[in-house]
């Protein structure tokens, strides 16, 4: 404990702890709402999207900050989008080979774009190659500013338009029937991921941000039946991975914030689908184990009344 | 016991509940609607019938403005059906969703509501009162509280009707509520669909069990991508027009169909 206190003291940690766990609590409140639409996949793409975005909206200004990367992100996710969008719609591909294309093309531009700037005559240049596998440590105080702002007014939005986004992930035709703007709402969660995925991308990278998203759901998913303590619970799931990736990180040498994070959160899941209630595996073994015993001893009962019946005759 | 309807023709009002005009829709170059026209009369018990790819379900998607259409009007009493959306209620077909989404079947039934509620409103406990009155007309008040993928299929799609219900509509569009439903839902669904006929509702229902056609509705539209027939089922739910309708398939219509008298006494 006392090392927590210790490493907690020092305001740069404090910023990185700041920032790591403000950006699990909001990607874990919208992964919720990806996973249950079925678009596990799609916080993937749009973060590996993301990265040509980003050399981009550097190229063109030769500056380093997450506002304008959130801009350049944000564009390329909606292109990704489209680009999967049109795939599905005019071809026989299904969405999860249109994802894997898009992808690995906008990776791939993306890896070629940072080359360019590693190698181009770009000032400041330094620590973008960190945005493939991400470095809190780089995190300073306007960024975690961003993250903190980003984070208040994601759960904002999902918190007023709750009703709409649970009726879209249940039943969108049905939603569409009451007339809700079903296309607008969509794009605007789409929306909500992309900014999820580029606020997390300084930290955790490009590669490993789609983890926040949809570990966390899948974990608080085994804990409840009700969409909106789930919410609560994936977030909160996140927010304990990025405390306990840097609180991690900070203790062992050299160790990279944003894998730990991901691991914590997958340990999370591990603990979750062994011991969640109902749906957790023990659990599930233990009702049948129960199941059978009750089934047993019921037709044991059965057969001792049924040979005392025979002897009283 | 339910007695024969009053004469339908004595019931039209001037609006009709649901008058639609050359619909035509087309998902790739072939239609799949093409020039659909009927007016349907108020406090009616409609089946859309036909064959697998007939239009059935995309005719109630098209009318519902859930799928875009390529030439034709809908109007519901009278106007657009997006100036009606709050008078339309909404059945979908029970695999179109994910029934182990996070939620109770009370939750469900209260998303009927949200049509009634603000922007940014949650249900309240006059609608949550409502939801229950809803579910237990479907006798499902028991189930309130259980997970929804605890359900058999008849469950839910009964969770589905008391959705519609509570949505407390004057047109109900419902796609294939009978389909692999067991007994028990098949009566309570039909017992509804009569209550709300009394209510002076109109319900439009996309069947497929030829059998009973003659028992359920009053009318009966037959669709094969334009419509085949349309008009009282007695008149409509001929040998001659089925055979049209389903062109060589159906060999086993000359026992299921009966002289439309055997509605006469048989209740529920």
């Not at chain 1, 969640?276 to 037709?299: D, F, H, M």
Request: charged share 15%.
């Amino acid at each position: 404990m006392e090392r927590i206190w210790s490493m907690l003291a020092d305001p740069n940690m404090q910023w990185i702890f700041l920032g790591c766990t403000l950006l699990g609590l909001s990607s874990g409140v919208i992964g919720c709402f990806s996973y249950l639409r079925k678009q596990s996949l799609m916080g993937d793409t749009l973060a590996h999207a993301a990265l040509p975005g980003i050399c981009i909206a550097f190229m063109l200004t030769g500056i380093k900050s997450i506002g304008l990367f959130l801009i350049g992100a944000g564009i390329a996710g909606i292109i990704a989008t489209f680009g999967i969008g049109y795939i599905t719609r005019n071809s026989k591909l299904k969405q999860d080979a249109a994802m894997g294309i898009v992808l690995s093309a906008f990776f791939g531009l993306g890896i070629v774009l940072l080359t360019l700037i590693q190698h181009g005559s770009y000032g400041n240049q330094a620590g973008l190659d960190k945005f493939l596998f991400g470095q809190a440590a780089s995190m300073i105080a306007s960024d975690v500013i961003t993250m903190t702002i980003v984070c208040i007014s994601l759960i904002t939005i999902c918190t007023l338009l709750f009703k709409q986004f649970k009726i879209i992930s249940f039943d969108p035709g049905f939603a569409r029937g009451l007339g809700y703007p079903v296309a607008f709402l969509e794009q605007l969660l789409m929306l909500l991921i992309v900014v999820a995925v580029v606020a997390g991308i300084q930290a955790v990278g490009v590669v490993l941000v789609a983890a926040l998203l949809i570990t966390p759901a899948v974990s608080a998913r085994y804990w409840t039946d009700r969409l909106g303590l789930m919410v609560v619970l994936s977030g909160l799931f996140g927010a304990v991975s990025g405390a306990i990736g840097t609180w991690i990180s900070a203790s062992v040498s050299n160790l990279p914030t944003g894998p730990v994070t991901v691991l914590a959160a997958t340990l999370l899941f591990v603990v979750s689908i062994l011991f969640g209630p109902q749906r957790g595996l023990v659990a599930k073994r233990l009702l049948r184990k129960s199941v059978k015993q009750r089934y047993q001893r019921e037709n044991e009962l059965q057969l001792e009344g049924s040979i005392k019946k025979e002897a009283a005759l | 016991m339910i007695q024969t309807p009053a004469p339908v023709k004595s019931r039209k009002t001037a609006v009709a509940p649901l008058s639609i005009k050359n619909l035509s829709v087309a998902y790739q170059k072939k239609p799949v609607l093409r020039n659909v026209s009927f007016e349907v009369n108020e406090g009616e018990l409609i089946g859309v019938i036909g064959p697998n790819g007939a239009g059935k379900s995309t005719l109630m998607k098209a009318a519902l403005g859930l799928i875009p259409s390529i030439g034709g009007e809908v109007l519901v009493y009278g106007k657009p059906y997006k100036q009606q959306r709050k008078v339309i209620g909404y059945v979908p077909q029970r695999e179109s969703v994910d029934w182990d989404f996070p939620t109770n079947a009370l939750d469900v039934v209260l998303m009927g509501r949200y049509g009634h509620l603000g922007w940014f409103r949650r249900p309240g406990a006059k609608d949550k009162a409502l939801a229950l009155e809803c579910l237990a007309k479907v006798g499902m008040a028991d189930y309130a509280g259980r997970q929804i993928s605890q359900l058999s299929g008849g469950q839910q799609q009964r969770v589905f009707l008391a959705r519609a219900l509570a949505q407390d509509a004057k047109l109900y569009f419902m796609d294939e509520p009978f389909a692999g439903v067991d007994a028990a839902t098949e009566k309570a669904i039909i017992t509804l669909l009569q209550e709300l006929k009394l209510q002076g509702k109109t319900v439009i229902v996309v069947h497929h069990d030829l059998a009973t056609v003659q028992d359920y509705f009053d009318s009966v539209l037959l669709l094969n991508v334009e419509v085949q027939g349309f008009g009282p089922t007695e008149q409509t739910f001929t040998q001659q027009l089925l055979q049209h309708t389903y062109g060589g398939r159906l060999a086993f219509l000359d026992r299921s169909l009966q002289p439309p008298s055997r509605l006469d006494g048989k209740g529920e």
